[in-house]
T-cell receptor, first 111, second 113 residues
């Protein structure tokens, strides 16, 4: 069945460091791929998405490229800030109905 | 910007009691969803709803669960007889088309004692 595997956390970085959170997926057909972010005490917010191979999603300095050949959708940011501290979820949808989430990666940024 | 709202934000209940979690999806959206997140675990799909009927449901969504759209704005999740393991954060989401971006509410934290 469809699934998402993402990098185990927690990840702790210093401010202005480069961030990569790895995500790979297994899916039949042509899924859409997402990164959602959950800030402390809040709900899920869509961070970025890509709907077809080679698409790049971007938002707030974060980027991820839909790589069909490696079935990956790694999240990157060139210079993280303390305000980026949150839990990040990689996700996919291939059916009409549901999103399948990865297990989440907790990111902590030190000032 | 339109957003999904959920009430209550927190609910504490006794095991065996019925609870109803309420959601107001974005007004022009047609597809509605419930997910849950047990503390420290991944977000899991429960059910999707379109055109006044369930489109898809997971194994978690057993006979104790039901969903309803009682009027033009609300979308509810009912748990008939809560169990300890129902303690979780419950998220409602909506989208305007199938396979389009789902927008999530802030969640209801349910604690079953």
């Amino acid at each position: 069945g469809n699934s998402v595997t993402q990098m185990e956390g927690p990840v702790t970085l210093s401010e202005e460091a480069f961030l990569t959170i790895n995500c790979t997926y297994t899916a039949t057909g042509y899924p859409s791929l997402f990164w959602y972010v959950q800030y402390p005490g809040e709900g899920l917010q869509l961070l970025l998405k890509a709907t077809k191979a080679d698409d790049k999603g971007s938002n707030k300095g974060f980027e991820a490229t839909y790589r069909k050949e490696t079935t990956s959708f790694h999240l990157e940011k060139g210079s993280v800030q303390v305000s980026d501290s949150a839990v990040y979820f990689c996700a996919l949808t291939s059916s009409a109905s549901k999103i399948i989430f990865g297990s989440g990666t907790r990111l902590s940024i030190r000032p | 910007e339109p957003e999904v709202t959920q009430t209550p934000s927190h609910q504490v209940t006794q095991m065996g009691q019925e609870v109803i979690l309420r959601c107001v999806p974005i007004s022009n959206h047609l597809y509605f969803y419930w997910y849950r997140q047990i503390l420290g675990q991944k977000v899991e799909f429960l059910v999707s709803f379109y055109n006044n009927e369930i489109s898809e449901k997971s194994e978690i969504f057993d006979d104790q669960f039901s969903v309803e759209r009682p009027d033009g704005s609300n979308f509810t999740l009912k748990i008939r007889s809560t169990k300890l393991e129902d303690s979780a954060m419950y998220f409602c989401a909506s989208s305007d088309r199938a396979r389009e971006t789902q927008y999530f509410g802030p969640g209801t934290r349910l604690l079953v004692l």
